[in-house]
């Protein structure tokens, strides 16, 4: 968080005087209603939460350096839980800045401002710092640190924990062709809980992959990765991964593959060895959009007694923004993936997960807008005594109202349904509701932004609005 805020620090000063530097203040008042506050089965206990918020916000820009810094100290009254009502002060920062013509540098923080630890509520402060650096033409690095101070809802257990994420990692590209690249990672990363819990770890992870075109329509990508896993409750693991995956070129965006997949696992308690070949095709859009889907058979060889037969597999990586027109647009947003352990439930071992999810935005008239979103996320932990599955479904709908430059209102609803097999955690359902009233005099200076991947994801997968 220091080295954040010392970056923008450095970036403000170095900018001040010689660009527009805008404060506006803005004043927020919502109300929140849940059915579930304590995301409960039975018992259910309904909530209304009021907050009052005025926030301050500055940005500065030009062609180097961009800052915007906000401000929010927020008031939130709870009508059922008294003992929770308090004020919070809320703080963020995105930053970017060019220091040469080859080196690139970002930052975001955000703090919170709050250190109480109740059931019920999830709350973050993280900071990130990102840069990359062009050697020549065809070399360059990139280099980030991540902190997340987190209390949330365990995923093994269900219970509100707090711990502390702190992830670095360090990468080199380098091109030798029009398409020709070779890529090479390192991750070092922690999670670290306030009392000893068994899904705390350290890792670290190599990975190197080299991508090749032999004609201009047939090359070959290679990918070798290891991970060495140490967990607080000394179930460590060491795995080994590789895959060997043939392209062929139908288009300038799009490919179709085959490829084998290798990967091998040795815990503390047994051995794993996952065959897996698959055919699927690959669709480039831009360096944050495009799909790649591909079947394939997962075949399995375990040292103890868990199950040998083969899992079917659908590959996907895909994330796409389809504009029908100035007034509609869809995002779709969707992931597989497994692994030998969850990062998010490092002691239930390996898994297969699935993620898929939908936004729809439309322009009803000038000053107003309606949007939806349906998302599904399913992961199937396979090496617990009970085959633990969980199943969380999402639905949810929006409308925002501009009457006024300076007069702003929204109405949302969201719906969240999780069902699991696991005998530690209940199922629920929860639905909320959210109306939001802001007062702005002048539109903010700030960097024009489209979301990322990574946060739209957060949107519809967390609860929908519920953060």
């Known amino acids: 968080m220091i080295t954040v805020v010392t970056f923008a620090i450095l970036v403000f000063g ?3 005087g010689r660009v527009v530097f805008q404060i506006t ?27 009052y918020a005025l926030g301050f916000s500055a940005g500065i820009l030009d ?3 961009q800052v915007y810094l906000s401000y929010s100290p927020t008031y939130q009254d709870y009508r059922n839980l008294d003992d929770r009502d308090r004020i919070t002060h809320i703080l963020s ?32 402060n993280k900071a990130v710092f990102s840069g990359k650096t062009d050697i020549s033409k065809q070399t360059s690095v990139s280099y980030g640190h991540t902190w997340s101070d987190r209390f949330e809802q365990q995923l093994r257990t269900g219970e509100y924990k707090a711990h502390t994420i702190n992830t670095t990692e360090v990468g080199a590209s380098r091109k030798f062709g029009k398409k020709d690249i070779l890529d090479v990672t390192f991750i070092y990363e922690t999670d670290n809980y306030d009392t000893s819990d068994a899904d705390g770890y350290d890792k670290f992870e190599p990975e190197a992959s080299l991508t090749y075109w032999f004609t201009p329509k047939d090359g070959m990508t290679l990918s070798l990765g290891y991970e060495n896993k140490d ?24 490919d179709w593959f085959l490829k084998y997949r290798h990967a091998y696992s040795d815990t503390t308690d047994y051995t794993h060895h996952i065959f897996h070949p698959s055919l699927g095709f690959d669709w480039d859009v831009s360096e944050d959009s495009g799909v790649t889907a591909g079947v394939g058979v997962l075949f399995h060889q375990w040292s103890n007694d868990n199950d040998d037969d083969p899992d079917p597999f659908l590959e996907l990586d895909a994330f796409k923004r389809f504009e029908f027109s ?35 935005e439309h322009q009803l008239m000038k000053r107003l807008s309606a949007s939806m979103f349906g998302s599904y ?20 709908a929006g409308l925002n109202w501009n009457p006024l430059r300076w007069l702003q209102f929204s109405l949302n609803y969201s719906y969240t349904d999780y069902q699991t097999s696991s005998s530690d955690r209940e199922d629920y359902e929860d639905n909320r509701f959210y109306f939001t009233m802001t007062l702005i005099p002048e539109t903010p200076i700030r960097p024009d932004k489209t979301i990322s991947r990574s946060e739209f994801n957060d949107q519809i997968f967390a609860d929908g609005w519920n953060r």
């Open 63 to 65: 062609a180097n350096k």
């Open 93 to 124: 920062m995105d930053a970017a800045y060019r220091p040469t013509k080859h080196t690139e540098l970002a930052a975001q923080a955000y703090y919170e401002g709050n250190s109480d630890n109740n059931s019920g509520e999830n709350r973050e």
């Open 326 to 360: 100035r007034r509609t647009a869809l995002t779709f947003t969707g992931e597989s993936s497994y692994s030998s352990s969850s990062d998010d439930a490092s002691s239930l071992g390996y898994n297969i997960s699935y993620q898929a999810g939908a936004q729809l």
């Open 231 to 254: 967990s607080d409750d000394e179930e460590d693991s060491e795995t080994i991964s590789g895959y060997a995956q043939y392209n062929r070129n139908v288009s300038r965006t799009f």
């Open 377 to 396: 996320q399913r992961i199937e932990f396979n090496e617990t005594d009970q085959n633990r599955t969980d199943d969380t479904a999402s639905l949810g």
């Open 14 to 16: 170095t900018v001040y």
């Open 25 to 51: 203040p803005t004043l927020t008042i919502s109300e929140e209603y849940t059915d579930n506050f304590f995301s409960t089965k039975d018992n259910k206990e309904e909530e209304f939460i009021t907050a």
